[in-house]
């Protein structure tokens, strides 16, 4: 239960606005390792973080994601339509990783067949052209909820070495429920993919919410949604399963803005805001 409360605790919506004479900036979100924040500026700005573009919807809000292992600082940009320039460094917390150490596995428990591996890059090449994309959508604004209920079997950032080898960090949150409990869309979104066979994720959705935000629902049981197909928040996009590379049913969450992992359950609120099965 101790990361259950720490988790709580650390998630307090940071909100600043901001009104100078170059023009208006509200942010909204978490600033830490792993938080999304919403801006919100005057249509027409252009907008940078660290030099890199962002992209402004036509009613002025934009997107700012930080990684797992983000840098404490980060430069945000903007100039204003009338010509007027915001500069302003946001403060970035640091936080701490469960790191789980296994020695004495089987060769295959670690490192995948180089047959397995043909399905592996196959898979990951359509999961990165998703997520590449950049959409003018702002479904976000809907807002995140939980896709599903249960307990919380995996945490975001969390990292296992195996006989000695560090594999990658874990990208999103895993939420433990019994085989056939529903899963629904946590914001407004499009499915950009709806995969009955992945080899990692099995069963496997993901969905647009816009300005490269997406995100992905692994290891389901069934999928009621197909590609192309727009829903809202709320709306059941399958079941909980096992499918894929896993010991038990479960749902694995993630988010993602453009190549950069985020927490699932800063998003939506914490655990406290799950919802009862």
């Known amino acids: 239960m101790g990361w259950r409360i720490g988790l709580a605790a650390m998630l307090v919506i940071w909100w600043s606005p901001v009104a100078t004479m170059a023009g208006s900036l509200t942010l909204e979100g978490t600033l830490t390792q792993g938080g999304l924040v919403i801006g919100k500026t005057d249509p027409g700005a252009r907008v940078s973080i660290d ?3 962002v992209r402004v919807s036509p009613d002025g809000q934009f997107l700012i994601g930080f990684g797992r292992d983000a840098k404490p600082e980060a430069r945000l940009r903007i100039s204003h339509p009338g010509g007027g320039l915001t500069e302003k460094t946001l403060k970035v917390s640091k936080r701490q990783y469960k790191v ?11 490192t995948p067949h180089p047959e397995d591996l043909i399905r592996i890059r196959g898979d990951n090449a359509k999961i990165g052209q998703v997520r590449r994309q950049d959409t003018d959508r702002a479904d976000f604004s809907s807002g995140f909820r939980w896709p599903a ?6 945490v975001y950032g969390s990292q296992r070495i195996l006989n000695g080898k ?3 960090p874990h990208n999103g949150v895993d939420v433990a429920a019994p085989l056939g409990a529903p899963v629904v869309a ?3 979104g499009r499915v950009v993919l709806a995969q009955k066979d992945m080899f990692y994720t099995g069963k496997t959705v993901m969905i647009d919410h816009g300005h490269g935000l997406t995100s992905v629902y692994a290891h389901m049981d069934k999928i009621n949604v ?3 197909q727009h829903i809202t928040k709320g709306a059941a996009i399958g079941t909980i399963g096992k499918t894929g590379r896993v010991t038990g049913p479960h749902l694995h969450w993630g988010v993602t803005l453009f ?5 699932p359950a800063l998003l939506a609120g914490g655990v406290e805001k799950m919802p009862s099965r």
């Open 51 to 53: 030099g890199s573009p």
């Open 100 to 110: 789980q150490r296994i020695n004495g596995l089987p060769p295959g428990k670690v």
């Open 149 to 154: 209920a249960g307990p919380i079997s995996g």
């Open 166 to 168: 560090p594999k990658n």
């Open 186 to 188: 946590p914001a407004d």
């Open 226 to 228: 197909t590609q192309g």
């Open 259 to 263: 190549g950069t992992h985020l927490d």
